[in-house]
Structure formats: C-alpha cells, structure tokens
C-alpha cells in the first residue's frame, strides 16, 4: 500500500516571496491533515479536512496561509507572503476517518525562509 | 488549552539499556493517546491507548495508559542503535481525532 506523498521535499525561498505544497493521501482515506513542524518542537495541527471540507482550521494563520482539497482527494498548503517564523517541516497526514485515531503522516516538506 | 508534556527532553543511553518514557496529557473529550517514532522526517505510528492498564507491546516496545493520573509511559528494553529517534507521544480528542503533540523525548543509543 503506498503511504502518504508530499512534494517538495525540501525548499527555500526568501521572505515575502509565496510557495506551495503538495500532498496526496493513502487511497481511500477521507481525512487530511496538514501540520507545522518548528525545530525541537512536535508537530501542530494547522488544517483538516474531511472529503473535501474542513473540519478544523482554528490555528490556520489565516492571513498568510491557505489550503484547498478540491476533490476530496489531494491537497495543496500554500504561504503568500512567507515570513522567517514560517521556516520548519511541513507534514501531511492522512487517517479513514475523522473518528479513526491512527494517523499516517508523509514524509515533509522541509522549508527554509531565508 | 490541550496540552501534552513529555519527559525527558533528551536521553543518551548504552546498547542494552532498558529506557522508560514518560508522557503526561490534558485533553478535553480524550479518546486516545498514540506514540509515535520519528527517526528523520515522517512520524511513524507506534501505539494507540484507550484503555486504562491495559500493556500494548510490539517486540521491545511497550507503552502503558493511566487514565486516572493521565499519564503513559513508552517502555524500550534491550535498546538498539536503531532506536535512536524522537518519540512523540499525542493526546487525541473524541470530537473530530484532533492530535495534540508533546516537544518529544529525543532518544540517542551509543555502542
């Protein structure tokens, strides 16, 4: 079975400038998550989605972040501007259900802010 | 506020070494708390508790829950240089399986 697919894997930009991230899910799982990993720290929830709507986005920097699962499938994050507070590993997991515990998670986008 | 600590923050141990984890939780409607490795990049899943006493063990891993004191703790005996990784453990609400981490517990097994 193919496990949770993120792209990039690494990226760096400079500050002000936008990027995006990619991740596809484990085939059949309904709900995505998008996380923010800060060096040293554990991973924070910032979206998830059920199908193609979400469920929590209550830590979502709204203001600079944005994140879309149009067909309930694959997703994209994206920040517009990047600030340096933003550098860290982003990481996409995915669970069958909202009330199933067990959460897979890809393998990151680590992004440096320069 | 959830909210998940775990101790020690760091651990250098010998091969062979038994080591014992600790996480403790504050989380509203709890469900559940998992653990998980993260030896480079993607957390991989370990345990999932829901009930209170009850020992989950996967070869050389062991990982208990107390409900009462909200407390668990991850149990690696025999410890190998493989085991050298970041344990996460993470407190899951019943309302929408929203996880909240602890900072981890970075483990290191020298020879």
């Known amino acids: 079975e193919a496990g949770v697919a993120q792209s990039p894997r690494y990226k760096i930009i400079e500050k002000r400038q936008s990027v995006a991230f990619w991740c596809n899910p484990i085939s059949g799982h309904a709900t995505l998550y998008w996380y923010q990993q800060i060096l040293g720290q554990g991973p924070k929830l910032l979206i998830q989605?059920?199908?193609?709507?979400?469920?929590?986005d209550s830590q979502l920097p709204k203001d600079r972040f944005s994140a879309e699962r149009l067909k309930g499938v694959d997703s994209t994050l994206k920040i517009q501007p990047a600030k340096l507070e933003d550098s860290a590993v982003y990481l996409c997991?995915?669970?069958?259900?909202?009330?199933?515990?067990?959460?897979?998670f890809g393998p990151g986008t680590r992004l440096t802010v320069l | 506020e959830d909210k998940v600590v775990q101790s020690p923050l760091s651990l250098v141990v010998h091969e062979g070494d038994t080591v014992t984890l600790n996480c403790s939780y504050e989380?509203?409607?709890?469900?559940?708390l998992l653990w998980y490795k993260q030896e480079k990049k993607a957390p991989t899943f370990l345990f999932m508790l829901t009930s209170s006493g009850i020992e989950k063990k996967s070869g050389r891993l062991s990982s208990i829950l107390d409900k009462k004191e909200l407390f668990s703790i991850l149990n690696i005996t025999a410890t190998q240089t493989g085991d050298s990784a970041v344990y996460l453990c993470?407190?899951?609400?019943?309302?929408?399986?929203?996880?909240?981490f602890g900072t981890g517990t970075r483990l290191q097994v020298t020879l």
């Open positions: 997991a995915s669970s069958l259900g909202t009330h199933t515990d067990t959460q897979y």
């Open positions: 989380v509203t409607n709890f469900r559940s």
């Open positions: 989605f059920q199908n193609n709507g979400v469920v929590d």
């Open positions: 993470a407190g899951n609400t019943g309302t929408a399986s929203k996880l909240t």
